[in-house]
């Protein structure tokens, strides 16, 4: 049975950094890409970033470029999200995914549909 457990949310004050975690297990994990994606309160959800299998390829939407960095631990199947200088916007429900299927498309590589999704843990930036 995959599953996929995150943690490492919280509170924290705009300008601030937290790490999420995301333990992955019943699958071989190196051999799958995986995504942080987000919903605001009231809103729907949110792509933020992406890493291929071995972590040579990352990948983020524009609103977290250069604020998040996305990585993985293999060894432990375990995916992180970085995140700094936090904005009040980045208050949500983070969730990590397993990708689907990847592919090429002109060269450039692109992440497919999520199938399976962790239970989420609330990030909330607030002063």
């Known amino acids: 049975e995959v599953q996929l457990v995150e943690s490492g949310g919280g509170l924290a004050q705009p300008g601030g950094s937290l790490r999420l975690s995301c333990a992955a297990s019943?699958?071989?994990?190196?051999?799958?890409?995986m995504s942080w994606v987000r919903q605001a309160p009231g809103k729907g959800l949110e792509w933020v970033s992406s890493?291929?299998?071995?972590?040579?390829?990352?990948m983020y939407s524009e609103s977290q470029k250069g604020r998040f960095t996305i990585s993985r631990d293999n060894t432990k199947n375990t995916v992180y999200l970085q995140m700094n200088s936090l904005e009040t916007q980045d208050t949500a429900v983070y969730y990590c995914?397993?990708?689907?299927?990847?592919?090429?498309?002109?060269?450039?590589?692109?992440?497919?549909?999520?199938?399976?999704w962790g239970q989420g843990t609330q990030v909330t930036v607030s002063s």
């Open positions: 995914a397993r990708v689907e299927e990847t592919y090429y498309r002109a060269g450039n590589y692109c992440i497919g549909g999520m199938d399976s």
């Open positions: 019943g699958f071989s994990f190196d051999n799958y890409a």
């Open positions: 890493i291929n299998w071995n972590g040579a390829i990352t």
